[in-house]
Antibody
Framework: QVQLQESGPGLVKPSETLSLTCTVS????????WSWVRQPPGKGPEWIGC???????NYNPSLQSRVTISIDTSKNQLSLKLSSVTAADTATYYC??????????????WGQGTLVTVSS | DIQMTQSPSSLSASVGDTVTIPCRAS??????INWYQQIPGKAPKLLIS???SLQSGVPSRFSGSGSGTDFTLTISSLQPEDFATYYC?????????FGGGTKVDIK
């Protein structure tokens, strides 16, 4: 059974860097793509970006200048860094396995999510 | 970016009803659309991929249809555990985008 678990600070100050880790169990991160998705309170999800085990990444252009996603296959973990955060970055952050098939890409499963609040 | 529009944002229904949840893409996306269910406080759960492929373990009362720009998620014979928010997601082009969701609540 594939499981994902996000971890990291729940409170980040404005202008600082948000850092989260996702630990994967039940499957090797040396397979599949892996994504970060966030969901502001009361809104729909927003895709942040994804990474393949080779380190190849794709980012949402709206966040690309501030985002870094990395992977450590030896620890079966992926990481997210988002710099220069503002209150608009307050959201629940999820990691998710990303499955590509015939040009389609979907997210399954998702981690339980972690709420990150940006506030001084 | 491709915009995914879900309207209405909420609807009320009763147990046993058949519910249709629409999703419209701002441009043609073929069948590169997926549907998720989210219960409050939980992560989204994949229901349907590629417009109409039901995921393993998902009850057969869920079905998806459509191609191009207009898509529908249908729930036949609504059950108490189906009261949730439903999101569509396109993967035709980067960035992958989601709709704003349709919340199904109890009439």
């Amino acid at each position: 059974q594939v499981q994902l678990q996000e971890s990291g600070p729940g409170l980040v100050k404005p202008s600082e860097t948000l850092s989260l880790t996702c630990t994967v169990s039940g499957v090797s991160t040396s397979s599949y793509y892996w994504s970060w998705v966030r969901q502001p309170p009361g809104k729909g999800p927003e895709w942040i970006g994804c990474i393949f085990y080779t380190g190849s990444t794709n980012y949402n252009p709206s966040l690309q200048s501030r985002v870094t996603i990395s992977i450590d296959t030896s620890k079966n973990q992926l990481s997210l860094k988002l710099s220069s955060v503002t209150a608009a970055d307050t959201a629940t952050y999820y990691c998710a396995r990303t499955i590509p098939a015939h040009g389609n890409n979907w997210f399954d499963p998702w981690g339980q999510g972690t709420l990150v609040t940006v506030s001084s | 970016d491709i915009q995914m529009t879900q309207s209405p944002s909420s609807l009320s229904a009763s147990v046993g009803d058949t519910v249709t949840i629409p999703c419209r893409a701002s441009q043609s996306i073929s069948t590169y659309i997926n549907w998720y269910q989210q219960i409050p406080g939980k992560a989204p759960k994949l229901l349907i991929s590629a417009a109409s492929s039901l995921q393993s373990g998902v009850p057969s009362r869920f079905s998806g249809s459509g191609s191009g720009t207009d898509f529908t998620l249908t729930i036949s014979s609504l059950q108490p555990e189906d009261f949730a928010t439903y999101y569509c997601q396109q993967s035709y082009s980067i960035p992958l985008t989601f709709g704003g969701g349709t919340k199904v609540d109890i009439k």
